[in-house]
Structure formats: C-alpha cells, structure tokens
C-alpha cells in the first residue's frame, strides 16, 4: 500500500482519473480494486469527485478523484487502536488492519462516546436511542440497517456495553386478567376478532372447549415466528413462566409449519395446539366431502410439509391426528374460519362450569 501511495503523491496533477489509478494499483480482480480504492479513501490519501459521475458497474466506482496528502500509515492506526477506550476489544482490528479502516469513523464515534459519557450506559435505552445517543443515526443497531454494525459490535465485545433493549412490533392482544398464565395465540386476523368479540360479550368469560384462555393474540401468520419479534419478549414473560400457551391456526401444512417454527423459536414457553379447535374443524369439514364439487376444497398444492410435522400430530388426539393426515394428503385445506362465531359460542365456558 505505502508503494502505491507514493506513486499516487508523485503523479504531476492534483486530480487522477480512474484508468490511471488502475495502472498504480496493478490489480487484475475488479472487486480487488475497489476494496484497494476505498482503502485510499478511508486512508485520506484520495477523495472522489462527485460530479465525475461514476463507471456504471457494481459496486461503481467514480471516474476522478482528488488526490490529498493526509496519508494514514499503518503505524499511526495502530496507535490510534491501541489508544481505543478499554472497553472495546481491539484485538480483531490489529488483525485486520483493513477491517478497522472500512468502519474507522463508527468505531471513533463509540470511543469517544465511551471517553466522555459511559455513565450514561448504566441505564438501558431502546437499540434505536442508544444508536441515536451515539452515532446520531437511529438505524445504526437496527437488525436490517445496522446488521453489519451489531456484528462488529459483537466482534470487539462492544455490543452487551451499551445496555439496550429490544423493542418487538406490537402484537394484537386482548387480556381479560393481569397476571397472564394462559395465551392463546391465533393465526387469522377474523377468527381472533371473533374469539376477542366472545370474550368482551361474555360475562364471567373462563374459556373455550374447556381451556382456560387469559389472553388472546393475533398471530400475524408467520409473525410469532421471527426471533428478534418474541412473543416472550412482548408478554414480558420470564424463563420461569409456568402457564401454557396455545396455537391455533389453518389446517394445512403451512399452518402446522407455523406453529413448528413457532415452538422452535420459543424455547422457554410450553406451547401446544389448541387440539380441541382443529378437532372441531377437521369434524366439521367432514360432510362438505359429500358434495360432488369437492375439488374446491383443495388447498395450495405447491406446499410442502415440515419435516418435523409428527411433533404436531403427537402433540393432538390420536384419532383427530389421523383425520387430518388423511384430509391434507388428500390436499384439503381448512380455514380457521370453518369455526364461525355461531359455532364458537356453544363452546364457551364461564365461571362456576366444569
């Protein structure tokens, strides 16, 4: 590198055009040389010249760039990484010289953060305000935005410092005692409006199909799957929760592959489908195969099952097990909806019933 800048300082002009760059570089690769041009630029011994415009490939690269004599060696970034507040570990960058130089400025912005105000980490802050606390960017921690930025947070042990926590998008729910010990979490928007209707319109509301129900949420589909969305987190529910949490959604195999995935992400919480629902749907599905159009009845053909689907089935009545496996290799599908309000409320139970 220190060859190539001084060739870039002894070239006659004060701006240089890409085609001469390439020739001081010497790279053959492209992706090679533009990691070595942003290298120079990190480094401050070029700057691009905007209105140049650019090469047209990917990633692009400007056609002219100014040439400046602020050159950064080696030597003075190691200084500068040994210099680093002790809580960031700079180890990986004395490593990866390069590395340090592509997130330079978003490390110096944390030092001199962590130099002056660490006190103010002692109290947690949602990812969003501690990143805009930092760095001014509220999107610098965001798990899409700021993904790259939590992994090199997290490669110099600097991401657990900053005390935050995780604020996952809302959840439809509605509650009808505080101290929450039975969720049931619904994966159809109507079915869950319909069963929050029953609880609101039902005096001394227990539950359904003999199930105490405290809680019930709207699934979203696959949303109660995502990791960084938890339904734990949302609930405020602790490793030690002792309650039960009930899944009940489509009977096809993209409805069973959500409450697998569901489980998979949600370790600590004991959760079971609502078996008495679908046994009640695959029952009342059962006669509409009479009708000599019930080819209507099939489902998206293109799905594919879980290879774990026989957690589900073991985790349901042996005979309604068996019903459904026969329905969806027959590839029916049913809707949740099949369970309407005027079904429903035959099923309620209220306070003093067994």
């Known amino acids: 590198m220190d060859e190539i800048v001084k060739s870039i300082y002894e070239y006659p002009y004060k701006k240089i055009e890409l085609d001469e760059l390439k020739k001081i570089i010497k790279l053959n690769e492209y992706a090679d040389l533009v990691e070595a041009i942003n290298s120079l630029i990190s480094r401050g011994v070029v700057k691009p010249v905007k209105k140049s415009g650019k090469n047209g ?12 004599n602020n050159f950064t060696t080696d030597k003075m970034l190691i200084d500068e990484l040994n210099s680093l507040h002790y809580l960031i570990n700079a180890d990986v960058f004395r490593k990866n010289i390069e590395k340090y130089i592509q997130n330079r400025d978003f490390i110096l912005t944390l030092d001199t953060f962590l130099k002056a105000h660490s006190g103010d980490l002692l109290y947690p802050l949602s990812e969003n305000e501690r990143a805009y606390q930092i760095w001014n960017d509220e999107k610098a921690l965001d798990k899409k935005d700021g993904k790259d930025n939590i992994t090199l947070l997290k490669n110099c042990n600097a991401f657990d410092i900053l005390n ?57 589909g696959r949303k109660v799957t995502k990791r960084n969305n938890s339904l734990q987190d949302y609930l405020n529910i602790d490793s030690h929760f002792e309650g039960k949490v009930w899944y009940w959604g489509d009977i096809d195999y993209e409805g069973i592959d959500i409450f697998l995935s569901f489980v998979n992400v949600s370790p600590e919480l004991d959760i079971l489908p609502f078996s008495a629902a679908y046994e009640k749907m695959a029952k009342l599905f059962e006669p509409l195969l009479a009708d000599s ?20 089935y073991s985790k349901i009545d042996c005979y309604s097990a068996e019903r459904i496996k026969k329905l969806l290799h027959d590839e029916y599908y049913i809707p949740q909806e099949i369970l309407n309000h005027e079904v429903l409320k035959d099923y309620v139970y209220c306070e003093g019933e067994k």
């Not at 490939?57 to 400046?68: A, C, D, E, T, V």
């Not at 159009?293 to 293109?302: I, P, Q, W």
């Open 293 to 312: 159009n019930s080819s209507r009845l099939k489902g998206h053909t293109n799905q594919k099952h879980s290879e774990n689907i026989s957690e589900f």
């Open 164 to 220: 935050t926590y995780s604020t996952p998008e809302p959840f439809f729910d509605y509650r009808i005692r505080k101290n929450i010990k039975n969720v049931l979490v619904i994966e159809n928007k109507d079915t869950w409006f319909t069963v929050r209707k029953i609880m609101l319109d039902t005096p001394n509301f227990i539950g359904l199909f003999g199930t105490e129900i405290d809680c019930v949420i709207y699934g979203e």
């Open 57 to 68: 490939l990917n990633p692009s690269l400007f056609l002219k760039y100014h040439i400046i």
